[in-house]
């Protein structure tokens, strides 16, 4: 195999794309220097403590990269404020970059409130929709 096909670009690392399981994907672009996390269907705490555990644990994975999760699609079950609390004291090694959170109106909008709010510094936003959040991300940090 020739070697310099195998050189990782600066950063030393590649794009990767991981699929935890059912219910929890993620995408790390270390180029573009941003994670998408995509939620779907019904999960409940277990399962979402997995797949952030896996996104945490995965090499390709920098806290200092911003990231989109998109909850539009799931129903969070199961997430008692304690609860929320208790993912938040985990995911906090994960913090770093901007998080925007997408969460509409409906199942899980008010846990994703609720984890937002734990998060006074502003790096942490929800939003209705992609563009929204999208929008927030390009801008300039301050």
């Given at each position: 195999?020739d070697?310099?096909?195998?050189?990782?670009?600066p950063?030393g690392?590649?794009?990767t794309?991981?699929?935890?399981?059912?219910g929890?994907?993620?995408?790390?672009?270390?180029?573009?220097?941003?994670?998408?996390?995509t939620?779907?269907?019904?999960?409940?705490?277990?399962?979402?403590?997995?797949?952030?555990?896996?996104?945490?644990?995965?090499?390709?994975?920098?806290?200092?990269?911003?990231?989109?999760?998109?909850?539009?699609?799931?129903?969070?079950?199961n997430?008692a404020?304690?609860?929320?609390?208790?993912i938040?004291d985990?995911?906090?090694?994960a913090?770093?970059?901007?998080?925007?959170v997408?969460?509409?109106?409906?199942?899980?909008?008010?846990?994703?409130?609720?984890?937002?709010?734990?998060h006074?510094?502003?790096?942490?936003?929800?939003?209705?929709?992609?563009?929204?959040a999208?929008?927030?991300?390009?801008?300039?940090?301050?």
């Open positions: 195999m070697m310099a096909a195998m050189r990782l670009p950063g690392r590649l794009p794309k991981r699929k935890t399981f059912v929890f994907s993620f995408e790390i672009d270390s180029k573009r220097r941003t994670v998408e996390v939620l779907a269907g019904e999960l409940g705490f277990a399962r979402l403590i997995e797949g952030i555990q896996q996104l945490i644990d995965d090499p390709g994975f920098d806290p200092q990269f911003d990231m989109i999760a998109d909850c539009s699609n799931a129903e969070l079950t997430m404020p304690n609860l929320i609390d208790s938040s985990i995911a906090q090694s913090h770093g970059g901007r998080r925007a997408i969460a509409p109106p409906g199942a899980g909008a008010h846990a994703v409130a609720h984890y937002v709010g734990l006074p510094d502003g790096l942490i936003r929800q939003f209705a929709n992609r563009d929204e999208a929008r927030w991300l390009s801008e300039p940090v301050d």
